[in-house]
Nanobody, 118 residues
């Protein structure tokens, strides 16, 4: 797989988790990296993205609790989630998109499951 997510698991409500997406893509430095999530029986939902320059953008519902960052040297992208709620339970996937490409195209990982439960 060209993108591999890790860090998911079982988390209590109010807890935190840090997900990571690693890649071997040689074009990583020019890609916008985006996190999505999809809960069971739900549509895929945008979490947020980080541009090649490190500029972040989040879905309105994700602002304040979620933080995305990238490490160009390690070719990784992190998603830090705080104050987790039951509704955050989902499979979280990362996406690498080339410049000027449509959102949702490009390379995808298999995802990592985050379950928020007491």
């Amino acid at each position: 797989a060209q993108l591999v997510e890790s860090g998911g698991g079982l988390v209590q409500p109010g807890g935190s988790v840090r997900l990571s997406c690693s890649t071997s893509l040689t074009i990583f430095s020019i890609c916008t990296m985006t996190w999505y999530r999809q809960g069971t029986g739900k549509q895929r939902e945008l979490v947020g993205s980080v541009s090649p320059e490190g500029i972040t953008d989040y879905a309105d519902s994700m602002k304040g609790r979620f933080t995305i960052s990238r490490d160009s040297g390690k070719k990784t992208v992190a998603l830090e989630m705080n104050n987790l709620k039951l509704a955050d339970t989902a499979t979280y996937c990362c996406n690498a998109r080339l410049p000027y490409a449509e959102r949702g195209t490009g390379f995808w990982g298999q995802g990592t499951q985050v379950t928020v439960s007491s």
